[in-house]
């Protein structure tokens, strides 16, 4: 479960404070798959930050999994992202000079996971998203569509309790778009991992059960 209380986030830049996020309060129970919606700079990217532990917040209270992240220090942070988060983004992210069998492993390589175990845990999740055939492939040989399940892969392969995507569809066309969207929502139901998806793409906000709108740095709409 994630739980945001009072969640601000102050950026200065120079003499200026961009109130990013000015009061989140926010539930989401595990399993859920939301879309986070709003206008470009509402807070989107931001609220991700905060619930990926890429960032601290400003002042307020975030919790993940029974954790609370605002008490934790760097080591803390990144131990709890290796955990129990995997991030989506939208410019996939995958190591270039990696095949996708090796951007898969990469993670569980950094969780200490021996090499056997990555080899068949990264071919079992391959064959998951549809692109068994494509291991050997670097991201390069690859489409638009095909690199995002690789990432979707990567996130989902050390079992995380969230899955976090910041535009995952936004270099997609809409059939792949849509592909994408099925894929997730079957791992989602499957797993229970939670997925939180921010987004512009209304196929993507039509897609999710629960829509969350940010506007100004607060929810607006969640329904
Ligand atoms: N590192 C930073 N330093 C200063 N201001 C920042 C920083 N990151 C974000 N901001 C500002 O915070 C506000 C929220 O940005 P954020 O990226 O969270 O919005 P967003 O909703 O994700 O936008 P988009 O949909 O365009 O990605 C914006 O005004 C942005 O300019």
Redesign the pocket.
Known sequence: MVICKDVW?I???GEVK????RGVDLDIFQGEFVS?A????????????MIGGL?SVSSGYVEVDGDDLSGMNKNGLADLRLSKIGFVFQAYNLIPVLTAYENVEFIMQLQGVPAERRRELSHEILGRVGIADMGERKPAELSGGQQQRVAVARALVSNPSIILA??PTANLDSKTSESLLELMAELNQESQTTFIV?T?DPQVIEFTKRKIL?SD?KVAQDC
Request: proline fraction near 0%; glycine fraction near 14%; hydrophobic fraction near 30%.
């Open positions: 986030k950026y200065q830049q961009v109130e990013a996020l986070l709003g206008a470009s700079g509402s807070g989107k990217t931001t609220l991700l930050n960032d910041d535009e921010a512009h940010i740095g």
